[in-house]
């Protein structure tokens, strides 16, 4: 929506989550805009786990390979028996 705003002229400011790609500022441009990225804040991650929960740490390469394994493997190094099935905002649903 909001880069699609910004090329199709509705708006004149836009947020967008990532970089706009090459044939996006190809479009725009060739519509006569200009664009350019000011970032104002960058994104983090949190980690919750309910204190009942038997890992009480995870290292920095565990959580990438938890989030990053479409088969939901346990990570590397973890001895368990416990999934991770992953949540996060859908903000097509707010």
Known sequence: MG???LIDGTCVIAAASRAM???EMQ???GRGRDPKAHVIAMD????IVNPSNPINALSKA???EI???LN??????LNT???FPLYSLNINRL
């Open 44 to 47: 983090g991650i949190a980690i």
């Open 3 to 5: 880069i699609a705003s």
């Open 62 to 64: 565990q959580i990438k």
């Open 27 to 29: 479009k725009a441009v």
């Open 21 to 23: 790609k090459d044939v």
């Open 67 to 69: 989030y990053t394994k």
């Open 81 to 83: 028996k416990l999934t």
């Open 72 to 77: 939901k493997t346990k990570p590397a190094g």
